[in-house]
Nanobody, 115 residues
Framework: QVQLVESGGGLVQAGGSLRLSCAVS????????FGWYRQAPGKQREFVAT???????NYADSVKGRFTISRDNAKNTVYLQMNSLKAEDTAVYYC?????????WGQGTQVTVSS
């Protein structure tokens, strides 16, 4: 059974940076594409970024140029480097397999950006 454990969130001022990590266990990590998603209070979960098995990346327009997704196949970990954070980036951030065939969601990690 695949487990996803997100970490690295916190409270940061606008303009600041955070690096999120997602540890993945129970799968053949290197063959999968992964994504970061977020859910703000009262809103649906939305796509943030994806990274393919060969490290091709794709970003939501709202984070393009500010966020960077990466992966370390040796550590079974996906990262999200978030720079120039804005108040509207406040949300719970989740990682999962990219695409429609997602695994069970982890607990997420809270990111709060104060303006």
């Amino acid at each position: 059974q695949v487990q996803l454990v997100e970490s690295g969130g916190g409270l940061v001022q606008a303009g600041g940076s955070l690096r999120l990590s997602c540890a993945v266990s129970g799968s053949t990590f290197s063959i999968y594409a992964f994504g970061w998603y977020r859910q703000a209070p009262g809103k649906q979960r939305e796509f943030v970024a994806t990274i393919s098995s060969v490290s091709s990346t794709n970003y939501a327009d709202s984070v393009k140029g500010r966020f960077t997704i990466s992966r370390d196949n040796a550590k079974n970990t996906v990262y999200l480097q978030m720079n120039s954070l804005k108040a509207e980036d406040t949300a719970v951030y989740y990682c999962n397999r990219a695409g429609l065939a997602t695994w069970s969601w982890g607990q997420g990690t809270q990111v709060t950006v104060s303006s």
